[in-house]
């Protein structure tokens, strides 16, 4: 199915963070050996932060305290409309028992692997873009 061109519409910070939230899954993108790797992970958004689970002997315990990007996004295959979002900041590993045990109640892994180190990305940088149609966009300018 083909479906028409988008339009690309950059989206504002607090509404991008929004969209993040909404889903479940997303991709961490940071280095591994000097090159660069990317993990499929599922999440959640705490207070503008965007924490995950991963579990001991994860390539991804090596970017704590370096610069990674997350990405999430939800667009349909069909038409081909929907967004994308990427945060980029610090990855630091949650150490506090309390703060702990808060994100392991509010996120469950999606993999039958014991979870024991819990990451936060505070994003410094945040890039949102909606796919929309074109016809969409101008009957909402009539309206």
């Known amino acids: 199915?083909?479906?028409?061109?988008?339009?690309?519409?950059?989206?504002?910070?607090a509404t991008a963070l929004r969209l993040l939230g909404s889903v479940p899954i997303?991709?961490?993108?940071?280095?591994?050996?000097?090159?660069?790797a990317i993990r499929p992970v599922n999440h959640?958004?705490?207070?503008?932060?965007?924490?995950?689970?991963?579990?001991?002997?994860?390539?991804?315990?090596?970017?704590?305290?370096?610069?990674?990007?997350?990405?999430?996004?939800?667009i349909d295959p069909e038409t081909h409309a929907g967004w994308s979002v990427i945060v980029t900041g610090k990855a630091d590993e949650v150490t506090g028992a309390d703060e702990v045990a808060h994100y392991e109640r509010l996120l469950?892994?999606?993999?039958?692997?014991?979870?024991?180190?819990?990451?936060?990305?505070?994003?410094?940088?945040?890039?949102?873009?909606?796919?929309?149609d074109v016809t969409q966009d101008a009957k909402d300018l009539i309206a």
């Open 1 to 13: 199915m083909h479906s028409d061109p988008k339009r690309l519409r950059e989206l504002p910070p």
């Open 26 to 36: 997303g991709r961490i993108v940071f280095t591994a050996h000097a090159l660069p």
């Open 44 to 74: 959640v958004l705490v207070d503008g932060d965007v924490v995950l689970r991963c579990h001991a002997g994860a390539a991804l315990l090596g970017a704590i305290g370096q610069v990674v990007a997350y990405e999430a996004d939800d």
């Open 108 to 132: 469950r892994p999606h993999v039958d692997l014991t979870m024991e180190h819990v990451v936060r990305i505070s994003p410094e940088i945040i890039t949102g873009f909606e796919l929309t």
